[in-house]
């Protein structure tokens, strides 16, 4: 089955523990990105990378850092969680950035920061 | 910077009644989402527009987008309980994101 899994699905975690959220994916796609969800702003992009070591910023990129080493696998790190970083986490994927494909997402990682 | 608004960002309707949710977008582009999410779950992609009049459509949800005006509709006709979720436009920026609207919750009630 062609899907975009996270783990875990929901952490717990204190100010400054470095975390890892960890993105695969079975289709093949060149296309990986991280969003987060907060209420009333809808999803925002925090990385993207359009293929394997190509990575870049998207519009809420501060406090988050990812790699790109393996097609399918695109991770989250959270080198030093804040409070402010609590919040329900999408990773998805499209065939590449140029195709007009529609993006799949991941089930979410809600992730409390206390 | 490409800002997506939609609205209304709740919407309370009865069973069997017609709505239009909106999407407007402030920079020029001809790819358009939209995509509906249950509570507590993932992104459901509903609709993919590619171009200035197209239309979409599926069961009761029908899309619509006009790039000269930079606004999608999604048209939800007689609506049932089933519809009820959130509703989100994504506008697609030169292939490298998407930048999401807020959202519009839907309730509709019988």
């Known amino acids: 089955e062609a899907q975009v899994t996270q783990n875990p699905r929901y952490l717990i975690t204190v100010t400054g523990k470095k975390l890892t959220v960890t993105c695969s994916q079975n289709?093949?796609?060149?296309?990986m990105s991280w969003y987060r969800q907060d209420p009333g702003l809808g999803l925002r992009q925090i990385y993207y990378s359009m293929n394997v070591e190509v990575t870049d910023k998207g519009d809420v990129p501060e406090g988050y850092k990812v790699s790109r080493k393996e097609k399918r696998n695109f991770p989250l790190i959270l080198e030093s969680p804040s409070p402010n970083q609590t919040s329900l986490y999408f990773c998805?994927?499209?065939?590449?950035?140029?195709?007009?494909?529609?993006?799949?997402f991941g089930p979410g990682t809600r992730l409390t920061v206390t | 910077e490409l800002k997506v608004e939609q609205n209304p960002l709740f919407l309370s309707m009865q069973e069997g009644k017609n709505y239009t949710i909106y999407c407007n977008y402030s920079?020029?582009?001809?790819?358009l989402y939209w995509y509906r999410q249950d509570p507590g779950k993932s992104l459901e992609s509903l609709f993919v527009l590619l171009s200035n009049g197209a239309v979409k459509q599926e069961g009761r949800l029908m899309a619509s987008l006009d790039t000269k005006a930079r606004l999608s509709t999604l048209h939800i006709t007689a609506a049932v309980h089933d519809l009820s979720a959130t509703y989100f436009c994504a506008v697609d920026m030169y292939g490298n994101k998407l930048v999401f609207g807020a959202g519009t919750i839907l309730r509709v009630k019988s």
């Open positions: 998805a994927s499209r065939l590449s950035a140029s195709s007009a494909y529609e993006q799949y």
């Open positions: 920079t020029t582009s001809d790819r």
């Open positions: 289709m093949n796609h060149e296309y």
